[in-house]
């Protein structure tokens, strides 16, 4: 867990969200896809079944009684009791932080593309190239847009989980999900 996300949980201002991103479901099999882990989250009681206004702006699934065994500190508070919920988003959509914090996997370098293409990449990938490409500003190495991953990733893909207002997941939660899932995901941490 990154200490930062920790420490801007606790401490500040804003909303903070965790986005499981699932990478590789189509389109098509996305909405399918979300009903079952949803399913499976009412069932262990980690969410409400019922929709209800507690996500920021769509309608979200409130904690449930068993909400403590998706989370790192299962005695951990939640600290907004108005905009605390999941949202399951699905349909091509880019989940995003404010920032970017990239590893190169050919080189080693971190980086936080600001322009350098990035933005032209992830209009190719939205647009729908699933073979986007971004290039490192150190070495020139091409990777797959939906293949760069470092401490603060954006996620391409057709399903998300975000959870609003939740004391950080622990990485067994996060695992569990994406076993459910069956496909490659990513986390997506950030505060609006």
């Not at 005695?75 to 399951?88: Q, T």
Request: hydrophobic fraction near 35%; charge should be negative; aromatic fraction near 12%.
């Amino acid at each position: 867990m990154s200490a930062s996300f920790q420490s801007d949980y606790a401490f500040s201002m804003g909303d903070c969200f965790q986005i499981i991103v699932d990478k590789d479901v189509s389109s098509d099999d996305a909405p399918l896809l979300a009903s079952r882990v949803r399913e499976w989250l009412v069932a262990r009681t980690i969410i409400e079944p019922g929709l209800s206004d507690c996500a920021l702006g769509s309608p979200g699934h409130r904690p449930g009684v068993g909400q403590q065994a998706a989370l790192e500190s299962p005695d951990a508070d939640f600290w907004s009791p108005d905009v605390n919920g999941l949202e399951i988003n699905t349909g091509r959509t880019v989940f995003f932080n404010i920032g970017c914090e990239l590893t190169c996997r050919a080189c080693g370098a971190r980086v936080e593309p600001e322009d350098d293409g990035w933005s032209d990449a992830v209009d190719d990938w939205y647009k729908g190239n699933d073979d986007a490409v971004f290039n490192c500003p150190e070495c020139q190495q091409a990777d797959r847009l939906t293949d760069w991953s470092g401490e603060f990733p954006w996620g391409f893909g057709n399903l998300g989980f975000t959870f609003w207002n939740w004391p950080p997941l622990s990485e067994g939660f996060v695992r569990e999900v994406s076993q459910r899932l069956g496909h490659r995901t990513v986390l997506v941490r950030g505060k609006l």
